[in-house]
T-cell receptor, first 114, second 111 residues
Framework: KAGVTQTPRYLIKTRGQQVTLSCSPI?????VSWYQQTPGQGLQFLFE???????NKGNFPGRFSGRQFSNSRSEMNVSTLELGDSALYLC?????????????FGEGSWLTVV | DAKTTQPTSMDCAEGRAANLPCNHS???????VYWYRQIHSQGPQYIIH???NNETNEMASLIITEDRKSSTLILPHATLRDTAVYYC????????????FGTGTSLTVIP
């Protein structure tokens, strides 16, 4: 069974540009969540989607947005990139948002903003 | 705020059991304890989770105290590949897949 797949794995963007990251959850999983990891702030929750609806959102500016499609695949977008957005962006999936459902993470997308 | 407290770092000799403690004194009755680990530059890897009872799988054992205020992750025979940052997370039932990771414990397995 394939794991959580994230694309692209590595990318470099310029300040002011926007970026879209993609996540394909494990087959059958309907919940997708996104995290940002930086050396200074560690792993921080961005948002979570279930059945195409955003359920929770972390404390990030509106430049960070996401969506989920009917096949449970998800994308996140960061507009007007800043140097501080350089980070590892992680996607995770689970069967659903219930606390007993295990969450599995992808390998992440490394974003460098120059 | 963090709901768990873990030591910043630990060492363990290769082949010995690694016991990683976690304090979660404010845990509620319906909150799960999850453990993940992250090897440098990779996504967090699920290890094990539990609610009240001790749990064991092919990777590790999870021992939860009777009052549920603390737990211990046990890697029975640590190998060099177990060197990683280990995160203990209390998963609330009303926040879905929103985890607070904290800083975790950096485990170094020594040859």
């Amino acid at each position: 069974k394939a794991g959580v797949t994230q694309t692209p794995r590595y990318l470099i963007k310029t300040r002011g540009q926007q970026v879209t990251l993609s996540c394909s959850p494990i087959s059958g999983h309907r919940s997708v969540s996104w995290y940002q990891q930086t050396p200074g702030q560690g792993l921080q929750f961005l948002f979570e989607y279930f059945s195409e609806t955003q359920r929770n959102k972390g404390n990030f500016p509106g430049r960070f947005s996401g969506r989920q499609f009917s096949n449970s695949r998800s994308e996140m977008n960061v507009s007007t990139l800043e140097l501080g957005d350089s980070a590892l962006y992680l996607c995770a999936s689970s069967l659903g948002p219930m606390a007993g459902n295990t969450i599995y993470f992808g390998e992440g997308s490394w974003l460098t903003v120059v | 705020d963090a709901k768990t407290t873990q030591p910043t770092s630990m060492d363990c000799a290769e082949g010995r059991a690694a016991n990683l403690p976690c304090n979660h004194s404010t845990i509620s009755g319906n909150e799960y304890v999850y453990w993940y680990r992250q090897i440098h530059s990779q996504g967090p890897q699920y290890i094990i989770h539990g609610l009240k009872n001790n749990e064991t799988n092919e990777m590790a054992s999870l021992i939860i105290t009777e009052d549920r205020k603390s737990s211990t992750l046990i890697l029975p025979h640590a190998t060099l590949r177990d060197t990683a940052v280990y995160y203990c997370i209390v998963r609330q039932t009303n926040t879905g897949n929103q985890f607070y990771f904290g800083t975790g414990t950096s485990l170094t397995v020594i040859p």
